[in-house]
């Protein structure tokens, strides 16, 4: 045999394990049932668990994240974006004559009470930003614009908290700290990590809602905005250099820090991240345990063909084939479900990310898992007693 | 065809050591349908595993056509199964998932031969064994006898020299059994093919040239002809 003849034998070889494979899968379709539903339970949990946990790593930084901001002024120590103290506006001025710098804007982000309709108070987050140059603003407006806010007492509220404040449409009067104001327009989708709300408001309006706490001259945070071309991280330094009592970072950096606050040093994060590994653990073993019983339902089958002359090579790739082919299938029904359980959840408390990144990683692993389950019983199969085979 | 010399196959090692079969000698000619008989647990399953390369010896030789066997690479011996070997199984060890005609047609791949050749060839082998009516069936829809006669098909598919069969009528009824060993004397007698036969149904010795005993991994000696007669009787 020539090797293109040998190359010929080694392909209509392989595509008939393949086909074995598939056939071996659908023969049993009970088992089949059982084997899917054992991954696509471990691949959903999975994706539900670490979905969660992105949401809240992405909640907890969001109104960092698409601040629009190349870098951020605030007091020193503070352990996150909701944690900022005041700061003078002189620094704003500072922070002006360093080269590179285009904008530096105030921001505030400061808990105030909301008094609903029954009476009882509820604690929102309001950020009052620069109407005029928008850095820090909302996103996703779906009733009303920018211009609304210019109003005098006009705030923005997200759709997902109508109901937690109150709010039925636009134009309905409130009550932030004492004050009187109007709901000019609704954002959809800004989730709050915390229990408050995030409410947008014009700079101006913001300072009065947040009250005593800050006096006129004062904001929590300063966005920068550095000119075209400039190195960001050279700004960052010469504004850190011109600033030495206050503390520089840049957009990445204090979307970092804040995330790392409310994911890792509260309990919450950390028991998402925890129930995301767990779920990777008990999927990896539902996974492993479904393929393994799987393969060695056929183990006898495999013997056979040993005996009538295939190599291991060939009984490995109907193996790998079986845990390939089910892997898919449960990757597809998993996939589903876990879409139609994240779009259910965008509009509660506990939104579920399901990211491109999160799902062909799922792809991955749920390849990995189930190749990993057949190298198990792939050493399994090569070590079949060989004298099986001729047992009735 | 196989030529067997002082034989040794243990299982395990030390004190924990099993002699299976202890300095057997064989010879096995073309053409020939050889009975191995002994009681349970006498060697003659390693015996055909040996023979068959499934099973490598632990000493001694056999030789397959001329082809030392005992020492060849692990990796070698599958391409010797596959050229020279076809086996029969007590349990058929047929593919449920397969129809009949998928059955041999997978032995056929094995041996390269894919497409509409594999199917012609296929469906010429199972009409061989009279079931022709049958190549849509899957093993589960089929009697014992039918299952078995497939694996005389799937076992002849690669067209090997040597035929190894482990009780292949030990559960077949008297009629099927009859049958499946009219097919395999019918093997050796019209292909010139070897056959070899482990076996503890006495019905059926009358088909065999030669009937050898094994006893605690030996051979005890060659049955009679005379003998054969009265056991077939």
């Known amino acids: 045999m020539n090797s293109v003849q040998i190359v010929i034998v080694c392909y209509k070889v392989y595509n008939v394990m393949i086909a074995l494979a598939w056939k071996n899968l659908i023969h049993d379709r009970v088992r089949l049932a059982v084997t899917l539903v054992g991954i696509v339970f471990a691949l959903v949990l999975i994706l539900v668990q670490f979905g969660l946990f992105l949401s809240f790593m992405d909640t907890s930084s969001n109104v960092v994240a698409r601040s629009g901001a190349d870098l951020w002024i605030t007091a020193p120590r503070i352990p996150h974006v909701n944690g900022g103290s005041p700061l003078r506006e002189s620094y704003r001025w500072q922070a002006l004559q360093v080269k590179g710098v285009a904008r530096v804007d105030r921001y505030n982000l400061a808990w105030v009470p909301w008094k609903l309709p029954s009476g009882a108070i509820e604690s929102v987050s309001i950020a009052g930003f620069d109407l005029d140059h928008p850095m820090g603003g909302p996103w996703n407006i779906v009733q009303g614009n920018l211009d609304d806010l210019r109003s005098e007492d006009t705030v923005m509220v997200d759709e997902l908290y109508k109901q937690k404040l109150g709010v039925t449409r636009i134009g309905q009067i409130v009550e932030i700290s004492n004050r009187r104001a109007r709901v000019a327009g609704f954002t959809r989708g800004i989730h709050s990590f915390t229990t408050a709300p995030y409410v947008f408001s014009s700079f101006k309006n913001a300072q009065n809602y947040a009250g005593a706490a800050m006096s006129e001259d004062q904001s929590t945070f300063m966005l920068v905005k550095a000119e075209t071309g400039a190195d960001v991280g050279q700004v960052k330094a010469a504004l850190q250099r011109k600033l030495p009592n206050l503390a520089v970072f840049t957009n990445e950096e204090m979307r970092a820090k804040t995330q790392s606050y409310w994911v890792f040093q509260t309990g919450a994060g950390v028991t998402t991240l925890l129930g995301a590994l767990l779920g990777l653990i008990v999927g990896v073993v539902v996974v492993a345990q479904t393929i393994y019983a799987a393969t060695m339902d056929h183990i006898r089958e495999f013997g056979t063909l040993k005996a009538m002359g295939a190599a291991n090579a060939r009984i490995y790739e109907v193996i790998l084939a079986q845990a390939a082919i089910s892997a898919v299938m449960g990757y597809v029904m998993a996939i589903v479900i876990a879409w139609l359980v994240s779009r259910g959840s965008q509009d509660g408390n506990a939104p579920i990310a399901l990211p491109p990144e999160l799902a062909i990683g799922a792809l991955g692993l749920a390849l990995a898992m189930c190749a990993g389950a057949a190298v198990i019983s792939i050493r399994k199969a090569t070590r079949i007693d060989p004298a099986m085979v001729f047992r009735g | ?233």
């Open chain 2, 1 to 233: 065809m196989i030529e067997i010399r002082d034989l040794h196959k243990t299982y395990g090692k030390g004190q924990a050591a099993v002699s299976a079969l202890s300095g057997v000698d064989l010879h096995v000619s073309a053409g020939e349908v050889l009975m191995l008989m002994g009681p349970s647990g006498s060697g003659k399953t390693t015996l055909l595993s040996v023979m068959g390369c499934i099973l490598q010896a632990s000493s001694g030789s056999v030789k397959v056509d001329g082809l030392e066997v005992v020492g060849l690479a692990e990796s070698k011996l599958p391409r010797v199964r596959l050229k020279h070997f076809g086996f029969i199984f007590q349990g058929f060890n047929l593919f449920p998932a397969l129809t009949a005609r998928e059955n041999v047609e997978l032995a056929l791949k094995l041996k390269g031969v894919g497409g509409a050749g594999a199917r012609k060839r296929a469906a010429a082998l199972l009409e061989q064994v009279g079931l022709a009516d049958k190549l849509k069936a899957y093993p589960a829809d089929l009697s014992g006898g039918q299952k078995q006669r497939i694996a005389i098909a799937r076992a002849l598919a690669g067209d090997p020299p040597i035929i190894l069969a482990d009780e292949p009528t030990a559960a077949l009824d008297s009629h099927s059994g009859q049958k499946v060993m009219e097919m395999l004397a019918g093997l050796a007698r019209e292909d010139g093919r070897t056959v070899v036969v482990v076996t503890h149904d006495n019905r059926v010795l009358h088909y065999a040239s030669r009937i050898v005993h094994i006893a605690d991994g030996r051979v005890v000696k060659p049955v009679a002809e005379e003998a054969k007669k009265e056991m077939a009787a």
